[in-house]
């Protein structure tokens, strides 16, 4: 069993500041890619930001700048830092974690359960 736990959404005005955390935890062997996706109301899910185990990232367009990702290897952890958060960034925001289960040779997806993001005055 593997299990991921989104935290650190919220309300906040523009401007304003918010730090993601997503935790797997459970029989997990080894995790690969991290990243984190946001869907808004009416709109697609888009990838905002994705960091790989060598520590290389990459980010949308429309956050760069603005957002950072992180991870932290010891707590099977990865956060988002957003800044100068405007309106448009309100979305659900879910974290996916590319990984390995202990004694498998099999790579598999795994999502957290999403967490709202609304940027509003």
């Known amino acids: 069993q593997v299990q991921l736990v989104e935290s650190g959404g919220g309300l906040v005005q523009p401007g304003g500041s918010l730090r993601l955390s997503c935790a797997a935890s459970?029989?997990?062997?080894?995790?690969?890619?991290m990243g984190w996706y946001r869907q808004a109301p009416g709109k697609q899910r888009e990838l905002v930001a994705r960091?790989?185990?060598?520590?290389?990232?990459n980010l949308a367009d429309s956050v760069k700048g603005r957002f950072a990702i992180s991870r932290d290897n010891a707590k099977n952890t990865v956060y988002l830092q957003m800044n100068s958060l405007r309106p448009e960034d309100t979305a659900v925001y879910y974290c996916?974690?590319?990984?390995?289960?202990?004694?498998?040779?099999?790579?598999?997806?795994?999502w957290g359960q999403g967490t709202q993001v609304t940027v509003s005055s």
């Open positions: 996916k974690i590319v990984l390995r289960r202990s004694g498998s040779y099999l790579w598999s997806d795994y």
């Open positions: 459970g029989n997990i062997g080894s995790i690969n890619d």
């Open positions: 960091i790989i185990s060598g520590g290389s990232t």
